[in-house]
T-cell receptor, first 114, second 112 residues
């Protein structure tokens, strides 16, 4: 079956612009996660959805970052007034229920802010 | 504050030999640990995990060891194969918290 997909695979934008990154989880997975991976680092947690609601958004770095999952499936990570420091690979993962070892990751979106 | 640390950025091992990847953590609340493998341009893929109530878990060529008193875990791959060349991430989680805390990763290269 299809895995987690993320679009676009690459996004180049200018400082100050607004961007949206999309994640399509595995069908039927109720849990959805966003992580950010900077160069030379491991992924860092941003936000976790259980269904439509954000159960934990403690990893969002500031109020320029926002994520939604209006129908409990597709999620969009939104970044306002992008900064060069936002450049990273943004990873999405999904899981069924509370199975921690079953977070399936997508290929990521590489965001470059010029 | 890096709660999960992988102090070796890279490791090179000859094909057929044992690869040992190490990971240390500082938060004693972590009670579940995972190893992920990552190829270029792909997302991390789950490899093996271990609960804090165990000290060893084995799956084929992969074995994870946990030393809770030292807050240390390791991944053993034996025998190592060229397809094992990838970046390996150690991750930890507090039960109920859902979010994985990752180390910085170790790039493993298996030489023929």
């Amino acid at each position: 079956g299809a895995g987690v997909s993320q679009t676009p695979s690459n996004k180049v934008t200018e400082k100050g612009k607004y961007v949206e990154l999309r994640c399509d989880p595995i069908s039927g997975h109720t849990a959805l996660y966003w992580y950010r991976q900077s160069l030379g680092q491991g992924p860092e947690f941003l936000i976790y959805f259980q269904g439509t609601g954000a159960a934990d958004d403690s990893g969002l770095p500031n109020d320029r970052f926002f994520a939604v999952r209006p129908e409990g499936s597709v999620s969009t990570l939104k970044i306002q007034r992008t900064e060069r420091g936002d450049s990273a690979v943004y990873l999405c993962a999904s899981a069924s229920g509370r199975a921690y070892n079953e977070q399936f990751f997508g290929p990521g979106t590489r965001l470059t802010v010029l | 504050d890096q709660q999960v640390k992988q102090n070796s950025p890279s490791l090179s091992v000859q094909e057929g030999r044992i690869s040992i990847l190490n990971c240390d953590y500082t938060n004693s609340m972590f009670d579940y640990f995972l190893w992920y493998k990552k190829y270029p341009a792909e997302g991390p893929t789950f490899l093996i995990s271990i609960s804090s109530i165990k000290d060893k878990n084995e799956d084929g060529r992969f074995t994870v060891f946990l030393n809770k008193s030292a807050k240390h875990l390791s991944l053993h791959i034996v025998p190592s194969q060229p397809g094992d060349s990838a970046v390996y991430f150690c991750a930890a989680i507090i039960q109920g918290a859902q979010k994985l805390v990752f180390g910085q990763g170790t790039r493993l290269t298996i030489n023929p």
